[in-house]
């Protein structure tokens, strides 16, 4: 299958956030209650109910002679190395056909490692021990409305063309020949994500360094998540292979004694 695509455009953005509405109204995620700042980004960060946020960067401007707003997307970026899958225990992450970081909710252990090793700092825990059951959230960029030939809920919505969406080879020229006609105004411009961990399935047209954008320059999977797949992976699908067994000798345990209870007892004779 041929894999999909987000392209961001940093220079038609207008931080109208009509995509972090699209995102909590299509999968349902609860508002946060936010305050003053003294900034017009909000809420703060990402959570385990907002899976998309437009982040705010001032920088000096000789333009206009004082500050210049930054914008720029923060959502899974869907790589194509992946440390969220390379730790992931359970396999509740992993790539689907069309390259994007799926999410498997119903076998997440909410162990955290994804959490711990991604470059972007994306995924969000929910619940705990004292709570809810924890578990892990993030963007799965709409893969219900993908595979029903529709654009993801954020791309749907937005109104400057800032983000398309389409295949990820046509993406990339597209993102590349924008680059080219920002140059003369912006220098830095940038294609970000054609080729960082393996080629990231959200791409950004940046017009200043990633980190003006708040982005890593260069991106990478930590090495003790490299260690993490060799060791503690192998080591939580054995421990998932006990647990199996486990509760299959239980419901054998429990059978027989469901069966030697029914079964009627002869009379003790005097």
């Known amino acids: 299958m041929t894999e999909k695509a987000i392209l961001y455009d940093s220079s038609k953005c207008t931080a109208c956030r009509g995509c972090q509405v699209a995102c909590k109204q299509w999968w349902g995620l609860e508002g946060e209650k936010t305050t003053c700042r003294g900034t017009y980004e909000n809420p703060p960060d990402l959570s385990y109910n907002t899976w ?66 991604c470059p972007f700092d994306v995924p969000r825990a929910s619940g705990g021990p004292l709570t809810t059951i924890r578990k892990i959230h993030k963007c799965t960029m709409c893969t219900d409305r993908i595979t029903n030939g529709l654009e993801p809920s954020c791309v749907k919505t937005c109104p400057t063309g800032a983000l398309v969406f389409g295949n990820r080879d046509e993406l990339v020229a597209t993102g590349k020949a924008r680059v080219q006609e920002l140059k003369a105004q912006y220098p830095d411009a940038y294609l970000y994500g054609e080729n960082e961990l393996g080629g990231l399935h959200v791409m950004y047209v940046l017009i200043h360094s990633p980190q003006v954008h708040g982005l890593p320059a260069n991106p990478e999977i930590p090495v003790a998540a490299l260690a993490t797949e ?28 469901m069966v030697s209870r029914s079964e009627p007892k002869e009379k003790v004779k005097k």
């Open 52 to 117: 998309v946020k437009i982040k705010f960067n001032e920088v000096s401007s000789n333009k206009y002679g004082g500050v210049d707003w930054v914008f720029s997307r923060r959502s899974c970026m869907h790589c194509t190395d992946a440390a969220c899958v390379k730790v992931c225990p359970s396999g509740a992450l992993y790539h689907d056909p069309t390259g994007i970081v799926a999410f498997n909710e119903d076998i997440c252990t909410g162990c955290g490692y994804c959490v711990e090793f």
């Open 230 to 257: 060799d060791i503690i992976k192998p080591l939580g699908y054995a421990v998932t292979g006990l647990a199996v067994i486990g509760l299959g000798l239980n419901y054998l345990v429990s059978r027989a004694n």
